[in-house]
């Protein structure tokens, strides 16, 4: 079965940093965009960041911006979400998600292939 795993979530306090992992089971990365989503309770899964599949571009949400990395490297399978200055707003699972044909798509959900089981990240003193 195709599909991503979250990995690198847990409990940090105002003002930390975690990093995201996402790595596919059953297929490589290299032809894929590659979006950060999250949700939290009771709140719709919104759009986080996207990477495209050379890594040369990169997209963030306005409430992340300047605090959240998007990187990958093709060759280990892996992309990252590095986080820096968690607030507790972004306290969420997060996922990540799979599209084929290297270029981000944007944030509609339906957009994309293949989705992770999420990680929770909670932000909190």
């Known amino acids: 079965q195709l599909q991503l795993v979250e990995s690198g979530g847990g409990l940090v306090q105002p003002g930390g940093s975690l990093r995201l992992s996402c790595a596919p089971s059953g297929f490589t990365l290299d032809y894929y965009a590659i979006g950060w989503f999250r949700q939290a309770p009771g709140k719709e899964r919104e759009g986080v960041s996207c990477i495209d599949g050379s890594g040369d571009t990169t997209t963030y949400a306005d409430s992340v911006q300047g605090r959240f990395t998007v990187s990958r490297d093709n060759t280990k399978n892996t992309v990252w979400l590095q986080m820096n200055n968690l607030k507790p707003e972004d306290t969420a699972v997060y996922y990540c998600?799979?599209?084929?044909?290297?270029?981000?798509?944007?944030?509609?959900?339906?957009?994309?292939?293949?989705w992770g089981q999420g990680t929770q990240v909670t932000v909190s003193s």
């Open positions: 998600a799979a599209d084929w044909g290297h270029i981000c798509p944007g944030w509609s959900l339906d957009e994309y292939d293949y």
